[in-house]
């Protein structure tokens, strides 16, 4: 398995395992750790090392002795650089090269790039400061700290909405440039400032309008180094977690770390689909937007991956010798210098504000086409029908459960599913939430009885199904059953009681788990049964919640007479039943369902413009922070699709959107709640107020944030479970 996490395609990977071996057999790590100790931040082999791998020209253009791939090429082999800790000025002279490729004129290209290909001129990129260029062409002003740049042969420098390129080598330094040495926190990289004095430059040398561009390329590359510091120290962490020992059993046993290690896992994987989404665009003006949210993901996630690793490690950690503090150098480093390039959570709002806030196009096999003639056809046909019949339509097409196997789907694959969610945008489709992934269930394990009788009443919504599985005192554990069944001629008499069974009021089927065998071990002896609401000795009892509205109820079941027909799978193997019910859940939740119930980016951007000047100033970078939250659980999602259509193992993507759609869509509302002020606590904000309520049940149902974070670290990372727990 590759040690990328960006990497999907087979590609990808190809190039990734390439990295990661030769950075391996440069000793990458070891070149760091001599960095530490007084030896060279540009040690010449490891430069070599990348050069001959045509590393440094990976994303120019063929013409000028690149190999003409893009971003997402470039970021693979930037993680591996910065999982392994790699020393020398690689990013920023890649970064420095990818901005003359895409922006200079031609012939700035054929003098400069052909150098910056192959590894014998060094560029750097600097993204902040004060610098101007005059009317006349002369350059004045002050980048403050640039990595790379006392390695420099060439300066690739933003000066207001431009780009200027100077030459900063010794043999031929441009009059006025002067690079001052910096002493870094991360040693194994050279800074420096650059004054330019009165610089005159050619006017080929000016790149009109490239700035945003130009922090654009930093931004996604550096994301991508990020990425790798972020997986490595978690990779650490957990391993340590694995084998360290303290009061008798392993560290990783305890809760605590676990939730420590999840949630460094949750950081990483969506600076992970973030960066995959910014570095996949070629055009580098749309992809501002899926840049900031890289950048904004990355800034954090590295840092917090780095010190968690420290605390983690416990005293080792805090030693000179253990690696761990030369990741949070490399972290804290990089993202001061991300951070002073702009602050990207101000671009995200900006972004929001402005009607830019999507990922980078997502470009389809050419096999897509059919599916999409297939598509638009159908939407074609369902606008031109009377409302009452719509949902017929959708049902007899396939069109509305595609994934789900024909006849009551289009047994739709991954590309089917990406081109009808594509055309059937804005087109209304009934989410039928609770009942569908139930529903799917019985189409799954039930008999084909039991598959004609129920299925296609509820695709034409005519029959609502409840989930019967929580029981009072169990909390998340689904397999803590105390309902029980006892055989009887023709059928089971049930007994026992359910609890937060939302929607049961309404249904007139519920899927439930029942113990049919008390001597069995807990998973062992549990069977499904379908049982019909209405049925004698069914009492349903609504709860109201802190909403006002009851949405769940307590179920009651004394002496209920199920048919053996209304069994779904095999008797004691129900459990099974279970799991691939809550798997379907899982995927309805992850998908998005759920969450903010109607209060959306687009409404927070309006309480933060309508907001105060002061209130809007201080909330400003939290409203950013939701904002590419919000953004990214739609990418974790197209990642899980991408990778299964370019055949790839399923990853970890699934396992987190659930965890995090419940806990993004309270941080919405309650910064919502907050720029609203003392309007929503007046009515003057409904729905706002309603969504702020109704979302503190998100990180409790379907199992508790806590426990899906326990799972995460368990089934994920590997961690050990509570030997108290066996």
């Known amino acids: 398995m590759s040690k990328s996490a960006l990497a999907i395609t087979e590609e990808h990977t190809d190039l990734a395992d390439a990295a990661f071996g030769q950075l391996s057999r440069v000793k990458s790590r070891a070149a760091a750790r001599s960095a530490l100790e007084g030896g060279p931040s540009h040690p010449a082999d490891v430069w070599k090392a990348a050069a001959d791998l045509g590393w440094t020209g990976l994303a120019i253009a063929e013409e000028h002795g690149g190999s003409g791939f893009g971003l997402s090429e470039l970021a693979v082999v930037l993680e591996a650089l910065g999982h392994e800790l790699c020393p020398g000025p690689f990013l920023p002279s890649v970064a420095a090269a990818v901005v003359v490729d895409r922006c200079a004129s031609d012939s700035l290209r054929a ?15 600097a993204v902040s400061g004060s610098v101007t260029i005059g009317s006349d062409l002369v350059v004045t002003g002050e980048s403050p700290a640039v990595l790379g740049a006392p390695d420099a042969d060439v300066l690739v420098v933003v000066a207001g909405e431009d780009v200027v390129v100077v030459d900063a080598s010794q043999k031929a330094k441009a009059d006025g440039v002067t690079v001052t040495a910096l002493e870094s926190l991360d040693p194994t990289r050279s800074l420096g400032s650059v004054a330019l004095s009165g610089v005159s430059v050619a006017d080929d040398r000016v790149l009109r309008g490239a700035a945003r561009k130009a922090r654009t390329v930093f931004r996604i590359l550096a994301s991508a180094e990020a990425v790798g510091v972020s997986w490595a120290t978690l990779e650490m962490a957990v391993e340590y977690a694995k084998v360290r020992e303290q009061f008798g059993r392993t560290i990783g046993t305890f809760q605590a770390v676990k939730h420590h290690a999840a949630n460094m896992l949750v950081n990483a994987e969506e600076t992970t689909a973030a960066t995959w989404d910014a570095a996949r665009a070629d055009d580098l003006d749309t992809a501002w937007f899926a840049a900031a949210v890289a950048a904004s993901h990355a800034i954090r ?33 990089l993202a001061a210098l991300m951070q002073e390039a702009g602050d990207p959570l101000l671009d995200v709002v900006e972004g929001q504000r402005s009607g830019q806030a999507h990922g980078a196009s997502f470009t389809l096999p050419e096999d897509a086409e059919k599916y999409r003639e297939q598509a638009r056809e159908a939407v074609a046909t369902l606008r031109g029908l009377p409302t009452d019949q719509q949902r017929d339509f959708l049902v007899d097409s396939g069109y509305l459960v595609p994934h789900w196997p024909k006849p009551w789907g289009r047994a739709a694959d991954v590309l089917e599913q990406l081109v009808i969610e594509e055309e059937f945008a804005g087109v209304d489709r009934p989410d039928m939430g609770i009942t569908g992934w139930v529903t799917l269930t019985i189409s799954q394990a039930g008999t084909d009885d039991q598959r004609e009788r129920w299925v296609e009443p509820v695709l034409r919504g005519e029959v609502m199904w409840c989930q019967l599985f929580s029981e009072p005192g169990a909390g998340s554990d689904a397999a803590a059953v105390r309902t029980s069944a006892k055989k009887v001629d023709g059928g089971w008499r049930v007994t026992g009681q359910k609890v937060w069974t939302s929607l049961a009021h309404l249904c007139q089927w519920g899927l439930a788990t029942v ?30 919640g802190l909403t006002g509205h009851a949405h769940f109820n307590e179920v009651f079941f004394d002496d209920v007479f199920v048919p053996d027909a209304d ?60 904002i590419a939250e919000s953004h990214t659980l739609r990418l974790l999602n197209l990642r899980r699709v991408t990778r299964a259509i370019a055949g790839s193992e399923p990853g970890p993507e699934g396992n987190v959107t659930k965890l995090l759609v419940a806990e993004a869509g309270q941080r919405m509302t309650e910064l919502g709640l907050e720029l609203a002020g003392s309007a929503a606590i007046v009515g003057q904000t409904p729905t706002l107020t309603l969504s702020y309520l109704g979302n503190r049940a998100m990180t409790i149902a379907g199992g508790t944030s806590e426990i899906t974070r326990n799972t995460i670290a368990e089934r994920i990372l590997g961690l050990p479970r509570d030997p108290l727990l066996k």
């Open 111 to 125: 003098q400069l790039l052909p150098g910056l290909a192959d590894g014998t001129t060094i560029g750097a990129l």
């Open 301 to 333: 996630t590295q840092v917090f991956n780095s010190q968690n690793n420290i605390q983690l490690h416990g005293g080792i950690g805090f030693t000179w010798e253990h690696d761990s503090h030369l990741y949070l150098r490399r972290a804290r480093t």
């Open 515 to 544: 113990r049919t065998d008390p001597d069995a071990p807990k998973h062992a002896g549990v069977t499904m049964m379908a049982i019909d609401m209405k049925s004698e000795g069914v009492t349903v009892n609504p709860l109201k």
């Open 567 to 626: 069994v779904v799978g095999d008797v004691n193997k129900g459990w099974l039943v279970a799991r691939a019910t809550l798997g379907n859940e899982r995927v309805s939740i992850g998908g998005g369902s759920g969450g903010t119930s109607g209060f959306s980016a687009d409404d927070l951007i309006k309480l933060l413009d309508n907001a105060p000047a002061e209130t809007a100033a201080y909330y400003v970078r939290r409203a950013g922070e939701v």
